[in-house]
């Protein structure tokens, strides 16, 4: 469980001479480094983003299957999935990336025995969360008729709703579990575990919607399997000796120190839902336009590109999480600060290159969604806000994950807060509706107010950061979360 591509690229001479060309050893040196960290960061993201691809296309599938159902049971799926869930999802995925920290820490001062714990006392934390927030499934209903959705379309959600409570809880196994393989590089599992999950699901949904008929009810169903399905497959390898390590078994240790373990997991939380609710926002305040129709459509189409190609960098942020995380757990500030900068500028060559394919293709893409000429020339004027919201995505994440990785989730929580809630949407609302911008000018204020700015701040902050004082501090938070380890590590 070393590091990828392990310590003979590290340890090699330098070339100093090609073909009688002196080469600057420095310079060499640098790329050498600049190769083995890419690969490590590349061990994860590659994974990363195949299994986030595999999850967000399943319910992709189930609401094209809905969609052959019928309007309603289109509407009723997607607004259950974006609303409902989507917003428990938020929050409990933000509540795990607090392992992110822990494990990933522990994992680089080799503390393996606590991976397990930690990851137990998640469970225990995102289990009663989950109850907690049972009350948005079991009143979904009234809560959507209070934002205004029509009666038919409420009711019908609510039900879709209440047959999604198994796939609720299983966020609180499945997002720990997929954080306690991460940290120690095992990205491999989860990409398999995703692909078979996704193929299962693929034929489930056939055959519940076209062959058994089981309608809206059966398209719920097959997102509850499936997300059960992820959850088998990794506790399954974790326990069935995939992990020797760091899974020695259920331990009562998991049930010591719940109280330190909710305020960080409350403040990864905070921090992640607060971004994953901003956009959603965006969508509700275009409703009260007067042609309301082409602006949530047109804006639909932009979020809907926006969202698949943020699998990568949520890939770079889990991968940067990891990695600092990793780097400060065995007390390397350097190599978490150079870890950094490796993970910032391939994600920003990246983002900068999808910046360009939508300034280029800014016409044509629409059309994979769309052929109606309104909302085809209303995505072509928000292009170059989608282009630039983009761009600034390819940086705002990974700069998130350095945070996680450096346990500021609390600091990042109440700049989020700032940025994107007192500062961005207010913005917003006065360039949409008193400077008569409509679209694009809420848009428009909430990446200047919100993202552009929180990514100025998470910069400035990573910047002026002192390596070794937080690899010192990570040290001391590894012994202060530790527990007797009930095996010989030497």
């Given at each position: ?132 927030l049972l009350p948005f499934y079991v009143f979904a209903t009234p809560l959507l008729k209070l934002l205004g959705q029509p009666d038919d379309v409420a009711e019908q959600s609510g039900l879709v709703a209440l047959c999604l409570i198994p796939l609720h809880f299983s966020f609180a196994f499945q ?49 509850n399997f499936s997300w059960w399905i992820l959850v088998f497959g990794m506790l399954g390898y974790t326990v069935c000796g995939g992990c020797p390590l760091s899974w020695t078994g259920f331990s009562m240790q998991a049930f010591s120190g719940l109280w330190e373990f909710v305020k960080l997991s409350t403040a990864s939380g905070v921090m992640l839902c607060l971004e994953n609710w901003y956009y959603r926002i965006l969508i509700l305040m275009t409703g009260n336009w007067k042609n309301a129709e ?197």
């Open positions: 469980m070393g590091s990828i591509g392990g310590d003979e690229d590290l340890n090699r001479p330098l070339l100093q001479e090609s073909k009688g060309v002196v080469v600057d050893p420095e310079k060499e040196k640098l790329a050498s480094r600049v190769w083995i960290e890419s690969k490590k960061l590349w061990h994860i993201v590659g994974p990363s983003i195949f299994s986030r691809v595999a999850s967000y296309s399943m319910n992709v599938v189930t609401q094209a299957f809905a969609g052959h159902l019928g309007e309603l049971e289109l509407a009723s799926i997607s607004i259950a999935n974006t609303v409902i869930v989507g917003f428990n999802f938020g929050l409990l995925l933000g509540m795990a990336s607090a392992l992110e920290t822990l494990c990933g820490q522990a994992f680089g001062a080799k503390k393996y025995h606590m991976l397990g714990i930690y990851m137990q006392r998640s469970w225990i934390v995102l289990f009663l969360c989950c109850f907690l997002f720990p579990l997929q954080r306690f393989l991460q940290s120690q590089l095992k990205t491999g599992v989860i990409a398999w575990v995703s692909l078979v999950a996704f193929v299962i699901h693929v034929f489930i949904s056939w055959l519940f919607v076209y062959k058994l008929e089981f309608g809206i009810i059966g398209t719920a169903i097959t997102l082409v602006a949530v459509d047109a804006l639909s189409v932009c979020m809907t590109i926006n969202g698949w190609e943020m699998m990568i960098p949520l890939a770079f942020f889990a991968a940067t999480g990891v990695r600092v995380a990793n780097e400060l757990g065995a007390g390397n500030g350097k190599g978490a600060n150079f870890a950094t900068k490796v993970s910032v500028a391939t994600s920003s060559v990246i983002g900068f290159v999808f910046f360009l394919l939508i300034i280029v293709f800014q016409n044509q893409l629409a059309m994979i969604f769309t052929s109606s000429t309104p909302v085809l020339e209303q995505v072509d004027k928000l292009s170059f806000l989608l282009a630039i919201t983009i761009l600034l995505n390819s940086v705002q994440p990974v700069l998130s994950g350095v945070a996680v990785g450096s346990g500021w989730q609390a600091w990042v929580a109440y700049i989020n807060l700032g940025c994107y809630y007192i500062i961005g949407l207010p913005l917003g609302i006065v360039m949409g509706w008193v400077l008569h911008l409509g679209v694009a000018g809420v848009w428009g204020g909430m990446i200047v107010g919100g993202t552009a700015l929180q990514t100025l701040i998470l910069s400035i902050m990573t910047m002026r950061t002192n390596w070794e004082k937080e690899a010192e501090k990570a040290k001391a938070d590894v012994q202060k979360w530790s527990a007797p380890s009930p095996v010989d590590e030497s």
